[in-house]
């Protein structure tokens, strides 16, 4: 059951106002991404790591993905999953689903975030629901990550047993928007930026947001996803909320972000949400390298991935049977198929450490490894 519709006012208002109308909090947040020295940085790092203590305590929320799909209408110039990318694509059946999950049930993991390109025809008609219903009964925590629905449509999919939405605008300006994106749903921009309302509109009780740096310069990105969080903290209380800010990693197509965003300036603006925001979940990915990860994981981090695959059937080797090509995001059949073939990811990972690798070293940094934070008989009178 949805939340309902809250208000008739939207993020977009605000975005217009960027960067001239900021609240007092993205002031703040605003003068923390303002160049400084190391002495400031270090300031700035025991603050953060103390909020993240005194609100999360020593706790590391760990999940993985599972990619359903590579099959997308989109072209978007820096995504492997591109529409016009010649790449191996394939869609999981449900039992396919169930046996990746199962793979990573196995691995302790009972946080699933289920993620798929952008296809009507191929993740539509209850796919989903199918999936989430599939492995809700042994994965507590489903949540999603696909193409933009109506509430009405993520009103199912939360009967159906997800609870977490995750979103991200890949950049908020909107000239870079145009330019990167050139074919699909995904060229509008307004209805993507939407998404998080009606996905709470929906019903969704855990809703991450986030952009992908290197898309624009990244003060700009991290003044409005920063906007977007208040916003959403403000007019859409009853969701607890993540923020992620996912670096560009090698891909099919071969896409040179246009902006720098160094490994100091990450770690700085990690800092700066903690501080501004000591309650949001901050998310950390495989995209990032291994050491850089270990480094910064005290500092701010809540959620982390683990030993992710991000092609479908990457787990297992499921899917390999029914590899295909796209054309304009309809089904071409190979000519020839190879036994060693498989489906292609969305992007290359940098930090290749197994689950337990990652548990042991969370243990060994003092920190907590939290495989599941939730069930329904918490529910249960």
């Not at 990318?85 to 689903?97: D, F, G, K, S």
């Not at 709470?200 to 991450?208: E, L």
């Not at 859409?236 to 896409?255: E, K, L, N």
């Not at 998310?283 to 500092?299: C, G, H, K, V, Y």
Request: charge should be neutral; include cysteine; glycine fraction near 10%.
């Amino acid at each position: 059951m949805g939340w309902g519709l809250w208000c008739n006012v939207s993020f977009l208002d605000t975005l217009n106002r960027l960067p001239e109308g900021k609240s007092p909090l993205l002031g703040k947040f605003e003068a923390l991404l303002e160049p400084a020295g190391p002495e400031a940085l270090e300031r700035m790092a025991q603050h953060s790591m103390q909020a993240t203590r005194r609100h999360f305590g020593r706790t590391m929320r760990l999940f993985a993905p599972i990619y359903v799909s590579n099959e997308c209408v989109n072209n978007c110039a820096y995504c492997g999953f591109s529409r016009d990318n010649p790449i191996l694509r394939v869609t999981l059946t449900v039992e396919q689903v169930v046996a990746e999950a199962r793979h990573l049930a196995a691995e302790g993991f009972r946080h699933i975030l289920l993620v798929a390109g952008e296809h009507p025809k191929f993740v539509s008609n209850g796919y989903l629901e199918e999936c989430i219903r599939a492995i809700k009964g042994f994965i507590p925590t489903v949540a999603i990550e696909v193409g933009p629905m109506e509430a009405p449509e993520y009103e199912r999919m939360v009967a159906a047993g997800a609870e977490g939405l995750v979103v991200y605008q890949e950049t908020y300006q909107r000239a870079p928007y145009a330019m990167l994106h050139t074919a699909g749903p995904k060229k509008d921009f307004d209805w993507r930026l939407a998404c998080p309302e009606r996905g709470y509109a929906g019903g969704f009780r855990r809703i991450g947001i986030g952009a992908l740096f290197g898309l624009a310069p990244w003060r700009d990105e991290a003044l409005a996803l920063a906007a977007h969080l208040e916003w959403l903290q403000r007019h859409c209380w009853m969701a607890s909320y993540t923020v992620a800010m996912p670096r560009m990693r090698p891909a099919a197509g071969g896409f040179v972000p246009g902006f720098g965003f160094t490994d100091v300036q990450f770690v700085q603006l990690i800092c700066a949400f903690r501080i501004c925001f000591p309650q949001v979940g901050i998310i950390l990915s495989t995209r990032e390298p291994a050491a850089l990860r270990d480094a910064i994981l005290p500092l701010g981090i809540t959620s982390m991935s683990a030993g992710s695959h991000t092609e479908p059937g990457g787990y297992t080797g499921v899917g390999k049977d029914d590899l295909h090509l796209t054309k304009k995001g309809r089904r071409v059949e190979l000519d020839e198929k190879s036994s060693g073939a498989c489906a292609t990811g969305q992007f290359d990972i940098a930090d290749e450490r197994t689950p337990r690798e990652i548990e042991d070293l969370l243990k060994n940094l003092g920190l907590d490894p939290v495989w599941k934070d939730w069930d329904k008989a918490i529910l249960t009178p």
